[in-house]
């Protein structure tokens, strides 16, 4: 078999044959088979629009990686809380969330940056940094939560003395007034 009509020869379609195979290695190597977790950094926007796509993201994970304080003076809906410091000993915790989407913040950025290491390094495999953290988020004018304790004026209290004055106010009326009928006669 001459292969030489053309100008091909036989190192040509070595050379072909090799190509094509390296271009399938790579296709299969960076598909994802056997590729490594990866963090990717993500805007506000960008992680609005996640938050608010549950068709695509159904398992999203919000996980905020600040202080109990700051959680409570505001935080994004339905995050998860677990402050970055107890992020390795509570892993356990998110578990379930190993391959699917989970958007870590926190106030600024650089504690969800420490987190989303910690992720990737304990193989969790869909990890987004949101960049600029809370505070950004509220510069954008997404919605955020405000601690309800902050804002509930509890009436309880008051109201429960105001019945007990009344109920006084009513039994001294009412014994003075049955002290009078007692008198006239």
């Avoid at 290695?25 to 490594?36: E, K, M, Q, R, T």
């Avoid at 549950?54 to 409570?72: G, I």
């Avoid at 379930?96 to 989303?116: K, W």
Wanted: aromatic share 12%; hydrophobic share 45%.
């Amino acid at each position: 078999m001459k292969l030489k009509k053309n100008g091909f020869g036989k190192s040509s379609l070595y050379l072909i044959v090799i190509s094509l195979f390296l271009v399938q290695f790579y296709n299969f190597a960076s598909s994802g088979v056997a590729a490594d977790p990866v963090r990717t950094d993500i805007s506000v926007q960008v992680a609005n629009n996640m938050i608010n796509n549950n068709t695509v993201y159904p398992n999203l994970l919000v996980l905020d990686v600040r202080t109990v304080e700051e959680y409570n003076d505001a935080h994004l809906y339905n995050a998860t809380l677990i402050p970055v410091d107890e992020l390795g000993a509570r892993l356990n915790e998110i578990e379930s969330y190993n391959d699917t989407e989970i958007i870590v913040y926190c106030r600024s950025g650089s504690r969800s940056l420490q987190a989303s290491n910690l992720l990737v390094a304990n193989n969790y495999t869909k990890v987004f940094n949101m960049l600029g953290g809370i505070t950004a988020w509220i510069a954008a004018g997404n919605d955020y939560w405000l601690n309800e304790d902050i804002n509930i004026i509890d009436f309880a209290l008051p109201a429960f003395l105001v019945a007990i004055l009344g109920i006084s106010f009513a039994l001294i009326l009412f014994s003075k007034r049955k002290l009078k009928l007692v008198r006239k006669y």
